[in-house]
């Protein structure tokens, strides 16, 4: 059973930057596993927002995240990252990682069904 737990959410303004972290239990192998960041705004779906390949460190953004936010992996920390700039009023939601056993798919990375496990979620909020 893979264990996710995320961390760094939290209240800023518009324009401001945090950085959220997913740690996987250490029995879960990273190396070739896609991993990706949800949210969940209330009263609306979860989506995705951004996704990356560990086996070859290809990368996945949803357009309304493109050039602001940033996933990345640490291997040897079993640790998945979003760092996020320029936040938006928009970006308020509850953000979730979740992780599956196989590569990422170019056309369904954004789609929860993709995905085997998933975190308990950390609260990002954005004032104007």
């Known amino acids: 059973q893979v264990q996710l737990v995320e961390s760094g959410g939290g209240s800023v303004q518009a324009g401001g930057s945090l950085r959220l972290s997913c740690a996987a239990s250490t029995r879960y192998t990273y190396s070739s596993n896609c991993m990706g960041w949800f949210r969940q705004a209330p009263g609306k779906e979860r989506e995705g927002v951004a996704a990356i390949y560990f086996g070859g460190g290809s990368t996945y953004y949803a357009d309304s995240v493109k050039g602001r936010f940033t996933i990345s992996q640490d291997n040897a920390k079993n640790t998945l990252y979003l760092q996020m700039n320029n936040l938006r009023p928009e970006d308020t939601a509850m953000y979730y990682c979740?992780?599956?056993?196989?590569?990422?798919?170019?056309?369904?990375?954004?789609?929860?069904?993709?995905?085997?496990?998933w975190g308990q979620g950390t609260q990002v909020t954005v004032s104007s």
């Open positions: 979740a992780a599956d056993g196989t590569y990422c798919k170019t056309d369904t990375w954004h789609l929860q069904y993709e995905y085997n496990y």
